[in-house]
């Protein structure tokens, strides 16, 4: 077990190792950065002065050595539009869009497992059909729109929560539950296929067959095998909400790391948008390691070999 955390660790730390010379390839293969920040009438000297401000007046091997040096500490570099540290940009960003993420995948969890669980159990039912019918909404509404009709609907008409920004804990509601409804179609789709394969399983006869009752059946012997793929797609969720909520912060606000990267996308701000691309990959790589480590405690099954 230590072997493989370490292992992976490694592959961890490889896979950061090449998002960022990935990052560093693409942002210099497009063209120069300077002649990009730099207006067309500006001149030489606007251009080598912007250059040498980013560095990339040095050689290509100094620059990218610069470039991971800065990464082990754990700096990106200075905005370009108004001088303040990456770094600190996305720190305060973080929370904001981690928080939501996490909140969203709370939110289609708590629709999509009950769901699931009981499509499965009572399949073909008018329970099923429900379930279907949820996932089929999940799926057909986008997030922008839904987030406007909720607008529309709880803050505009009944003016009961927050139309946007983030506040105190029920401006989360809107935005949460709009980002982790579409989702939620997907993970309702899963728990079932999982818990339909898991109920026709030898060892699910066998505990019925002992005459344990049906909660403890499906609670304890089904439903904790059915979580493995649920728990693989809701690390990929996470993921891409850290990654993805761009449109609903857009539509709510929400002072993410989403809005940050169209704001830098639209002033042109490089060293922003290089700082959220690796800030992106990390957060993939980081929530897969998890997850490995998590598998062994959910099925004790799973062995670790060479």
């Known amino acids: 077990m230590v072997k493989y955390i370490g292992f992976r660790l490694f592959q961890a730390l490889l896979g950061l190792w090449f998002i ?43 620059q ?15 905005s370009v539009s108004n001088g303040i540290p990456v770094t600190q940009i996305l720190v305060e960003r973080m929370p904001a869009t981690f928080t939501l993420g996490l909140i969203a995948l709370l939110f289609a969890l708590a629709f999509s497992l009950p769901l699931g669980v009981l499509g499965a ?19 057909s509404m986008p997030p922008f729109w839904l987030g406007i009709m909720l607008i529309i609907l709880f803050a505009v008409v009944w003016g009961l929560l927050p139309p946007a920004g983030k506040g105190e804990w029920h401006s989360y509601i809107l935005p949460g539950f709009t980002l982790g409804w579409g989702v939620m179609a997907g993970m309702v789709r899963l728990v079932r296929s999982s818990m339909l394969d898991v109920l026709d399983s030898d ?4 505990a019925r067959a002992k005459g344990l009752p049906e909660v403890v059946v499906i609670g304890k012997h089904a439903l904790r095998n059915a979580l493995l793929p649920v728990l693989t797609y809701s690390s990929l969720v996470l993921g891409a909400f850290m990654n993805g909520s761009v449109v609903v912060e857009q539509v709510f606000a929400w002072p993410g790391i989403g809005t940050s990267a169209v704001q830098s ?21 980081l929530i897969n390691l998890l997850v490995d480590i998590m598998y062994a405690v959910i099925d004790p099954r799973i062995k670790y070999t060479q």
């Open 20 to 62: 960022a010379t990935l990052v560093f390839i693409l942002s210099r293969s497009i063209g120069d950065p300077a002649e990009v920040f730099t207006a067309r009438n500006s001149g030489v000297d606007a251009r080598e002065i912007m250059a040498a401000k980013l560095g990339l007046d040095r050689p290509l091997h100094e």
């Open 64 to 78: 990218y050595l610069k470039f991971i040096g800065q990464l082990v500490r754990l700096d990106l570099g200075d």
């Open 121 to 139: 159990v009572y399949r073909d039912t008018p329970v099923d059909w429900v379930a279907k019918v949820m996932a089929f909404l999940g799926q």
């Open 203 to 206: 060892y699910v006869a066998m």
């Open 265 to 285: 996308v639209v002033r042109r701000d490089f060293p922003v948008i290089q700082g959220v691309v690796i800030v992106f990959g990390s957060f993939f790589i």
